[in-house]
Nanobody
Framework: QLQLVESGGGLVQPGGSLRLSCAAS????????IGWFRQAPGKEREGVSC????????DYADSVKGRFTISRDNAKNTVYLQMNSLKPEDTAIYYC?????????????????WGQGTQVTVSS
């Protein structure tokens, strides 16, 4: 049974950086596409970034392009989300999700395995 645990969230000032980690246990991530999603208070969960099982394909929401980078280290069974130039509107709970697939999937409706989330707050 695949389990996902996010970490790396916290409070950061505007313009700062954080690196989120999504560590998997119970199965190898080699065969899983991964997505990062976020949900702010009162808003629907939205896609942030997604990556194929090999890491060869990635995609980003327009709101984070050029600022966020998704990567994966299958040897460590971990996927990362490097977040730079953070803005107050990036404040949300960030979740990672996994799906058995080669291609990347970027919609939350396509995922069945979710972590518990990590809070990111961008504020001065």
């Amino acid at each position: 049974q695949l389990q996902l645990v996010e970490s790396g969230g916290g409070l950061v000032q505007p313009g700062g950086s954080l690196r989120l980690s999504c560590a998997a246990s119970g199965a190898t991530l080699d065969y899983y596409a991964i997505g990062w999603f976020r949900q702010a208070p009162g808003k629907e969960r939205e896609g942030v970034s997604c990556i194929s099982s090999s890491g060869g394909s990635t995609d980003y929401a327009d709101s984070v392009k050029g600022r966020f980078t998704i990567s994966r280290d299958n040897a460590k069974n971990t996927v990362y989300l490097q977040m730079n130039s953070l803005k107050p509107e990036d404040t949300a709970i960030y979740y990672c999700a996994a799906k058995v697939a080669i291609a990347m999937f970027c919609s939350p409706d396509q995922y069945g395995n979710w972590g518990q989330g990590t809070q990111v707050t961008v504020s001065s």
